[in-house]
């Protein structure tokens, strides 16, 4: 999954679960629970919509790799590899 597609992904899963959420203003290495004032139940919601369009597994442990956009794009782009 390219870094664009990986924005794109999350841009459409946010749009559910904070519809003001504007990820075109956060930088790839900002902390998107900061940057977009998620709390955990939403970024909860961003992992799990995350493995559901994906269908790639996240086991909790890996969380923390999710929380800015550049380590989503790592996350997905190993895990297609």
């Given at each position: 999954?390219?870094?664009s597609?990986?924005?794109k992904l999350v841009a459409e899963i946010l749009?559910?679960?904070a519809p003001?959420?504007?990820?075109s203003t956060v930088a790839g290495d900002a902390d998107l629970r900061e940057a977009?004032?998620?709390?955990s139940i939403d970024f909860l919601n961003?992992?799990?919509g995350l493995h559901?369009?994906?269908g790639?597994?996240?086991p909790e442990a890996d969380y923390p790799r999710l929380f800015t956009l550049d380590g989503i794009a790592r996350y997905f782009g190993a895990a297609a590899g």
């Open positions: 999954m390219s870094p597609e990986t924005k749009a559910g679960i003001e959420a504007d990820i977009l004032d998620l709390d961003l992992v799990t559901e369009r994906t790639r597994p996240i």
